[in-house]
T-cell receptor
């Protein structure tokens, strides 16, 4: 079945630095990928929709300059948290839709801790 | 607008007891419906999904769910819970066509008593 690889699985960074998270569809092409954020004991909240070859669509309240999304190929989307601060610490999960078959596939998530 | 409601934030059941987790959705058309499980610090694992056809869907780990259009529900069930089933469960809805995202319920945390 469809597999989405997300890397890294966890990262600790210093406040003010930037962190890049990768989301790859391993055995299918994904023209659209989604980035979610999950706070402890809460549900997943959509941050943005990543479209291959075009600008991402951000949800209301999500700072596009802080959360940079690049979807340069049909199998890779990246989320860069710029100038990270402790309040950006969270669990970030990507998903992709395989248009050959119904359904969405999720990455394993990235635990970001900003110290 | 599409939305998903999981009325129960936290459920505790005894090991071996039956389980039902509730999920109600609001959607303009026939949606795709999903149940995911998440263990602490882990990603999401798909338990089962409904697209069309038989309204009783079998999933992994002995779970099943029934789609009831008249009630806009997609409740998850398991006849006998195991201690390893303790986790967070999310119901989600997604479009049948297009590139729109999935929307998740708030989640139900399952605790299993020995």
């Amino acid at each position: 079945g469809a597999v989405v690889s997300q890397h890294p699985s966890w990262v600790i960074c210093k406040s003010g630095t930037s962190v890049k998270i990768e989301c790859r569809s391993l055995d299918f092409q994904a023209t659209t990928m989604f980035w979610y954020r999950q706070f402890p004991k809460q549900s997943l909240m959509l941050m943005a929709t990543s479209n291959e070859g075009s600008k991402a669509t951000y949800e209301q309240g999500v700072e596009k300059d802080k959360f940079l999304i690049n979807h340069a190929s049909l199998t890779l989307s990246t989320l860069t948290v710029t100038s990270a601060h402790p309040e950006d610490s969270s669990f970030y999960i990507c998903s992709a839709r395989d248009h050959e078959s119904p359904g969405y596939t999720f990455g394993s998530g990235t635990r970001l801790t900003v110290v | 607008a599409q939305s998903v409601t999981q009325p129960d934030i936290h459920i505790t059941v005894s090991e071996g007891a039956s389980l039902e987790l509730r999920c109600n959705y609001s959607y303009g058309a026939t949606p795709y419906l999903f149940w995911y499980v998440q263990s602490p610090g882990q990603g999401l694992q798909l338990l089962l999904k409904y697209f069309s056809g038989d309204t009783l869907v079998q999933g992994i780990k002995g779970f099943e769910a029934e789609f009831k259009r008249s009630q806009s529900s997609f409740n998850l069930r398991k006849p006998s819970v195991h201690w390893s089933d303790a986790a967070e469960y999310f119901c989600a809805v997604g479009p049948q066509r297009g590139n729109n995202d999935m929307r998740f319920g708030a989640g139900t945390r399952l605790t299993v008593k020995p």
